[in-house]
């Protein structure tokens, strides 16, 4: 079981200290209340008696037994008075009334008392000569019920309890809030810590109102500062040893290819044309036709390995890009004679001259188009648009096709990163080297009406770019 904390324990402290002294208060002002109420009840019933038995002294002496019955029913009128019945001195019963209730209900007693007589009624006096004092006639006695009172002492008691209740809960919330500003910030600082160890690096500790754990929380914060920084630079450290040795170990397969693969394609190449010459074989046959296909797709891999690793110096000249870009798209254009994917293009007519690589550049973007084109069904559209701003050419390449994964987004311009059958994964590889080259950028999205989006960024002039600089990184 978890040991409770120094806010929890001194939350529950409180909370009972209250909690006792409240309702020990309100313990003994409800004992103070029930007696106080109970006596005020008993004098006022005890009046009530000793009134029907003033009332009463006539009717005993006149044993007018119809005006005792009409005087302890007229007390019933009285709340809480439950029954009333006179006595003469004998203890016989000359007068009764009583409700119709169940149980058994205390009782108080008046005596009927005899006056002395005053002026004529002593002539009348049948015994002048004996005691002046009072003499008793008989009794009265009243029964009363206590349920009202019981019910008031009830509902003191519960609205006590709930007083008492409410006090200390407002206290204890009271000091919850006090309490919070001293244990919170030690709180949090473990719960970013642990979310640290999680692996959260972005989590920081809030700066609180106190100054101790102020000072803390920005010491705290400048060492997870230190170590992301530390982190970052060592992961884009590893990243970039990485892609050197994979970008090198690439040109090592390649000159091995180049030697190895390219000059036996070769002559295979040019003795298949030969056996197919001598033998009449026709290039519309079938197994002819499979042949060259490979044999262009197997020398087609070759020059991809090669242009992708072979250092290229960009020769850096005065160039159109929006002219470079309307030729590119001509020659596409010239090369769909089936009009199998229709080129819509939205190019200013004003020139924008940069210094860059054309040729370069075009290869490039031709590997973009090709595979917005390759992306596109049948007799579909790629849109084609160039634009200017802040100090940039952007040309955008979208297609309606099927669009990127999204966790391909990330992957697409990694080497040998591909999603066709019979793709290399180095065109967009190889369009990510040129554009870093000349200090611009290249991203890809998905249109949210379907297909995708190549939006390529390239700055106007080449203050930061060197003319050595390789194409390709390698």
């Given at each position: 079981m978890k040991n409770p904390g120094i806010r929890s324990r001194l939350i529950a402290s409180v909370f009972l200290l209250i909690s006792a002294t409240t309702f020990s208060i309100g313990y003994m002002g409800i004992q103070i209340v029930r007696e106080f109420v109970q006596s005020r009840f008993e004098n006022r019933i005890l009046f009530l008696a000793r009134h029907l038995a003033l009332n009463a002294e006539l009717g005993i002496l006149l044993d007018d037994r119809s005006m005792l019955g009409r005087l302890v029913k007229n007390l019933l009128s009285e709340k809480d008075v439950v029954g009333a019945t006179v006595f003469d001195s004998n203890g016989r019963e000359l007068a009764r009334a009583f409700r119709e209730v169940r149980g058994g209900y205390p009782s108080v007693e008046a005596p009927v008392m005899l006056k002395e007589a005053q002026d004529e009624s002593q002539a009348f006096s049948q015994d002048a000569g004996a005691d002046k004092k009072d003499q008793s006639l008989g009794r009265v006695k009243v029964t009363y019920d206590t349920t009202g009172i019981d019910e008031l002492l009830s509902v003191m008691k519960l609205r006590f309890v709930l007083l008492s209740a409410g006090l200390a809960l407002l206290a204890g919330l009271v000091f919850y809030f006090l309490s919070r500003s001293l244990v919170a910030p030690v709180s949090e600082l473990a719960m970013v810590a642990r979310r640290v160890a999680q692996g959260d690096e972005a989590v920081r500790a809030s700066i609180g109102s106190l100054p101790e754990t102020s000072e803390l929380a920005n010491a705290f914060n400048a060492m997870l500062d230190a170590l992301r920084q530390n982190r970052i630079?060592?992961?884009?450290?590893?990243?970039?040893?990485?892609?050197?040795?994979?970008?090198?170990?690439?040109?090592?397969?390649?000159?091995?290819?180049?030697?190895?693969?390219?000059?036996p394609l070769s002559i295979i190449k040019t003795s298949f044309d030969m056996l197919k010459k001598s033998s009449g074989l026709s290039a519309?046959?079938?197994?002819?036709?499979?042949?060259?296909?490979?044999?262009?797709?197997?020398?087609?891999?070759?020059?991809?390995?090669?242009?992708?690793?072979?250092?290229?110096?960009?020769?850096?000249?005065?160039?159109?890009?929006?002219?470079?870009?309307?030729?590119?798209?001509?020659?596409?254009?010239?090369?769909?004679?089936?009009?199998?994917?229709?080129?819509?293009?939205?190019?200013?007519?004003e020139p924008c001259i940069a210094n860059a690589d054309p040729d370069l550049l075009t290869r490039a973007i031709d590997n973009i188009l090709k595979n917005a084109i390759e992306a596109s069904a049948?007799?579909?559209?790629?849109?084609?648009?160039?634009?200017?701003?802040?100090?940039?050419?952007?040309?955008?390449?979208?297609?309606?096709?099927?669009?990127?994964?999204?966790?391909?987004?990330?992957?697409?311009?990694?080497?040998?990163?591909?999603?066709?059958?019979?793709?290399?994964?180095?065109?967009l590889a190889y369009s990510l080297q040129v554009l870093k080259s000349h200090g611009g950028t290249i991203n890809a999205l998905n249109r949210p009406s379907g297909g995708a989006v190549f939006r390529v960024e390239v700055p106007l002039g080449n203050d930061r770019l060197s003319a050595g600089t390789p194409a390709t990184g390698i």
């Open positions: 630079a060592l992961e884009e450290a590893n990243r970039e040893i990485i892609r050197k040795s994979t970008l090198a170990e690439i040109g090592k397969f390649s000159m091995m290819v180049a030697h190895e693969v390219k000059n519309d046959d079938t197994m002819v036709f499979y042949i060259e296909d490979e044999i262009r797709r197997l020398n087609k891999l070759i020059e991809d390995f090669l242009v992708f690793a072979r250092p290229s110096n960009p020769c850096y000249r005065e160039v159109d890009l929006n002219g470079m870009l309307r030729a590119l798209i001509e020659r596409f254009e010239i090369n769909n004679v089936e009009n199998r994917i229709r080129l819509i293009s939205e190019i200013p007519s049948y007799g579909g559209e790629v849109c084609i648009s160039a634009s200017f701003k802040e100090g940039l050419w952007i040309a955008s390449v979208e297609d309606k096709g099927e669009g990127i994964r999204e966790e391909n987004i990330v992957r697409i311009f990694e080497p040998f990163f591909t999603t066709r059958s019979k793709g290399t994964g180095l065109g």
